[in-house]
């Protein structure tokens, strides 16, 4: 059989959801196909040339790349294949934020804040202030929270979150 992966890109990368394999089967007398990962013995037999990767199998998959190798046989067993290499990113952004520090005290000018922000494929950056249902979403990783977000709030407490995605899918966050 001339079996051929389609729709998969090597060192292609994906998120948590698992992803779609389009192929290209030539063979008048097909048996079975079947995929194996990594190099693994056991066979994940599939019905149809085009589908999604199992969820499950997908998310055992630990963070990083991983080779998918698609087979065929005809009935008198002879076999073709294709490989490809995908990676997967299930790992969150990492935040840290370098100012304010906890428990700093604040007057009615609005706080400055500064970030460093840990992830290859950034998305969008945003804040809530005391688990607020708005988001103020934020190009820069250092600069002024809204004013007027800020002027909302009495003095007390108040607990300032930061959330990044990435590409993916991925979320990330930290609090002070």
């Known amino acids: 059989p001339q079996l051929s992966i389609l729709n998969l890109t090597q060192n292609a990368i994906y998120g ?3 992803p779609n394999y389009d192929l290209s089967i030539e063979e008048g007398n097909l048996d079975k196909t079947w995929f194996c990962v990594d190099g693994r013995a056991e066979k994940n037999f ?12 997908w998310s055992g998959l630990s963070h990083g790349s991983h080779t998918f190798t698609f087979y065929a046989n005809d009935s008198a067993n002879n076999i073709g294949f294709d490989s490809i290499i995908v990676k997967k990113d299930n790992i969150s952004p990492d935040i ?22 840990e992830e290859p494929h950034l998305d969008t950056i945003w804040y809530i202030l005391n688990e607020s249902t708005s988001n103020h979403f934020i190009t820069e990783t250092s600069s002024v929270i809204d004013q007027e977000e800020w002027d909302l709030f009495e003095s007390g407490n108040i607990t300032l979150t930061f959330y990044a995605n990435d590409t993916l899918g991925n979320l990330g966050f930290s609090e002070v």
């Open 46 to 57: 599939i019905q149809s040339f085009s589908g999604q990767f199992d969820q499950d199998l």
């Open 16 to 18: 948590n959801v698992a």
């Open 96 to 117: 840290f934020i370098l100012d304010p520090l906890p428990m700093e005290v604040f007057g009615v000018e609005a706080l400055s804040y500064e970030l460093s922000i």
